[in-house]
C-alpha cells in the first residue's frame, strides 16, 4: 500500500505540472455549468437530478482522457523498466495509477460541489438525491477510469489509448441498447452488463447493493486485466 | 554474488542469449563487452528482474531472479540503457519517489548522499527535463544507487557523453566499486579495460572470451598492426617492408598507404622508419593502428579454441559450431 500511495502521488503531481489536468478540469467544468444553467433556469426546480443525468455523458469522453497518459507514457518512455525493476508489485503500479486518477476525478467533482449551495440558497433540493448522486458519479467515474486505465496499458501511444478507451466506455454504457430486440435470457444480461442500468437508481436516491457491487466488481476486473498485461511486457 | 547458468533467452523464434555461464564475486567490476545487439541488455534486464529468462537460472545474491525477484531487485541498482527519467520532476523529488518504492527509511539522508556521490547536489531543485545529457545520465547513476544496492547493474553507462563526462563517470564507477558489485556494459573496448576487474565478451548471445583486462591485451595485441604512408609508392616499397624483421605481411592500400602487420612482441617502428628513408620513398606517416572492437571479433572468431583466455565453457560453445 505504500508503493501504491507513492506511485499516486507521484501521478497526481505530474497531472498537474501538464496541461492536461487544467485543460480537461475546465473544459468539464465549463459543460456541466453551462448545462447547470440551462437545465435550471427551464425546469425551474431545485434537483441536480436531470444535470447529472447529462454529465454521464460527458464522462464517456472525459475518464479516457484523463487515464490515457497513465500506463502508454511510462511504457512510451521507458520508465516502466524503472517501475517493474524496484521491488513492487505489478498490481501495486496499476492500483496506485488509477487511484490518481481517482484523486483528480474526485477533486473535479468537489468543484462542482457549488451547483447544490446554489440550489439551496435559492431553493428547497432533497439532499438525499443529490449525495446519493454524487456518490453513484464517483462509482461510474472510477469504473470508467479503471477501464480508461486498462486501455493505456495496452500501448505506449496516448492517443490511441485514449481512442480505445472511449470506445470502451460508451460500448459498455451502451451494450444494452439492442437488448430489446435480443429476446430473454440474452437481452438480460445485457442490460445487466450495461454501465447505464446500473447507474440511474443513485439519482432518485436509491442505494441498491447490487448496483454498488456492479461496479466494484468492473473496477476490479478492468485493474486485473490491466495489471495482467503489464505482466505479459515481461514476455515479450 | 551473482551466478548466471546456461541462460538463454529466446525473443519469439530468435535466441537474444544462448546459454550464458558466468559468475561476478563480490566487490568484483564485471564488463560486458560486445557490439550492438550483441545480448548485453537482455542479460541485464533478465538479472535486473525486468524479464524472466527462457530458460537457465540466475542468481543474486543467492536469489534467483525469477523465484524471488522482489528479494533481487531490493538489491539491485539498475540503470537502463535509454536512462528513464520522469522529465517533470525535479531532481530531488525524483531520487526521493525512487527511494520510496525501494523502501528507503532514511530517504533524506539517502537521496543527499546519492547526489554527492555522483556531484549533482547543485543542480537538486533544477527539473529533470531542462539538464543535459551528462547530468541525466548521473541522475540516473543516483537513481541506481539511492537505496544503496549490494548491486549495481548499469547499461551503457557513457554512451552519449562527452570526453569529459565519459572521465568523470568513469571515475565515478570505480569509486562506487570498492563497495559493491558491479556489471556495466559498453561496446568501447578501452573503457571496459580501465574499468573493470575481469571482461567477458559477448557476441551473438554467447560469450566469445573472458578475463581480466591484461589476459585480453595480451592475447589481441599478438600482432601490431602499422599504418605506414610513403610519398613515392611502388612494387619496390612493398618488398623491401616485407623484408624487414619481424614484418610478417605489407597490404597496399590507397593514397600510397601500406597496412604492415608485425609479429607480437616486436616492434618494427624504427627497422621500417629507416627501410622507407634509405629507399628515398619519403616518409609521411607511421603509426600504429588501434584494433577496433570489429578486428577484435573477427580475430577471435578466427581462433583456435585452446587459448589461456578462453574458458572450459566457451571452448565446447566454439567447437560447437
Excluded at chain 2, 26 to 51: D, Q, V
Excluded at chain 2, 225 to 238: D, K, M, N, T, Y
Aim: proline letters at 4%.
Amino acid at each position: 500500500m505504500r508503493n501504491t500511495l507513492a506511485i499516486a502521488g507521484r501521478e497526481l503531481h505530474a497531472y498537474f505540472v501538464s496541461p492536461i489536468a487544467y485543460v480537461v478540469t475546465a473544459a468539464f467544468l465549463l459543460l456541466s455549468g453551462y448545462l447547470f444553467a440551462a437545465i435550471l433556469l427551464i425546469s425551474r426546480e431545485a434537483t441536480l437530478r436531470y444535470l447529472f443525468g447529462n454529465l454521464t455523458t460527458i464522462l464517456l469522453f472525459v475518464a479516457p482522457l484523463l487515464t490515457m497518459r497513465l500506463l502508454a507514457e511510462e511504457q512510451r518512455s521507458g520508465t516502466i523498466e524503472l517501475l517493474l525493476t524496484s521491488p513492487v508489485q505489478d498490481w501495486e503500479v496499476v492500483l496506485g495509477k488509477w487511484l490518481a486518477s481517482l484523486g483528480l476525478f474526485a477533486g473535479i467533482l468537489l468543484l462542482t460541489g457549488y451547483y447544490p449551495l446554489i440550489l439551496w440558497r435559492y431553493g428547497n433540493p432533497d439532499w438525499g438525491p443529490v449525495l446519493t448522486g454524487y456518490g453513484g458519479l464517483l462509482l461510474l467515474g472510477g469504473t470508467l477510469l479503471a477501464l480508461g486505465t486498462l486501455t493505456s496499458a495496452l500501448t505506449r501511444n496516448q492517443i490511441v489509448a485514449a481512442v480505445l478507451g472511449v470506445g470502451l466506455t460508451v460500448l459498455a454504457w451502451l451494450i444494452d441498447a439492442l437488448s430489446q430486440f435480443a429476446g430473454p435470457p440474452v437481452s438480460g444480461v445485457l442490460t445487466y452488463l450495461s454501465l447505464s442500468s446500473h447507474f440511474f437508481d443513485f439519482l432518485r436516491g436509491i442505494v441498491d447493493t447490487k448496483d454498488v457491487l456492479y461496479y466494484l466488481s468492473v473496477i476490479v476486473a478492468a485493474l486485473f486485466l490491466a495489471t495482467r498485461v503489464l505482466e505479459t511486457r515481461r514476455w515479450r | 554474488m551473482i551466478e548466471v547458468e546456461n541462460l538463454t533467452k529466446y525473443y519469439g523464434d530468435l535466441a537474444a542469449i544462448r546459454d550464458l555461464n558466468f559468475r561476478v564475486e563480490r566487490g568484483e567490476i564485471l564488463g560486458f563487452l560486445g557490439p550492438n545487439g550483441a545480448g548485453k541488455t537482455t542479460t541485464m534486464r533478465i538479472l535486473s528482474g525486468y524479464m524472466p529468462p527462457s530458460a537457465g537460472t540466475a542468481r543474486v545474491a543467492d536469489f534467483d531472479v525469477f523465484d524471488d525477484s522482489l528479494e533481487v531487485r531490493r538489491r539491485i541498482g539498475y540503470m537502463p540503457e535509454t536512462v528513464p527519467l520522469y522529465p517533470e520532476m525535479s531532481v530531488r523529488s525524483y531520487l526521493a519517489f525512487m527511494a520510496r518504492i525501494r523502501g528507503v527509511t532514511n530517504r533524506k539522508g539517502q537521496v543527499d548522499a546519492a547526489m554527492e556521490a555522483c556531484h549533482i547536489t547543485d543542480k537538486a531543485d533544477t527539473i529533470i527535463g531542462k539538464l543535459s545529457k551528462g547530468y541525466r545520465q548521473r541522475v540516473g547513476l543516483a537513481q541506481a544507487l539511492v537505496h544503496d544496492p549490494e548491486v549495481l547493474i548499469l547499461d551503457e553507462p557513457t554512451i552519449g557523453l562527452d570526453p569529459k563526462q565519459i572521465i568523470e563517470v568513469r571515475e565515478l564507477i570505480k569509486e562506487l566499486g570498492h563497495e559493491r558489485t558491479i556489471i556495466l556494459s559498453t561496446h568501447i573496448l578501452s573503457e571496459a579495460q580501465q574499468t573493470c576487474d575481469r571482461v567477458l565478451i559477448i557476441n551473438e548471445g554467447e560469450i566469445v572470451a573472458e578475463g581480466t583486462s591484461q589476459q585480453l591485451t595480451d592475447r589481441l595485441t599478438r600482432g601490431t598492426l602499422l599504418h605506414v604512408q610513403v610519398a613515392q609508392p611502388g612494387p619496390e616499397v612493398i618488398a623491401a617492408l616485407s623484408r624487414v624483421p619481424g614484418v610478417t605481411g605489407v597490404e597496399p592500400e590507397d593514397g600510397g598507404s601500406y597496412g604492415v602487420t608485425c609479429a607480437q612482441g616486436q616492434d618494427c617502428r624504427t627497422a621500417i622508419a629507416a627501410t622507407v628513408v634509405n629507399g628515398g620513398w619519403g616518409l609521411l606517416e607511421l603509426r600504429a593502428i588501434e584494433m577496433s572492437l570489429e578486428d577484435i571479433f573477427l580475430k577471435l572468431t578466427a581462433e583456435d579454441t585452446a587459448t589461456p583466455v578462453l574458458d572450459e565453457q566457451t571452448e565446447q560453445t566454439v567447437e560447437g559450431r
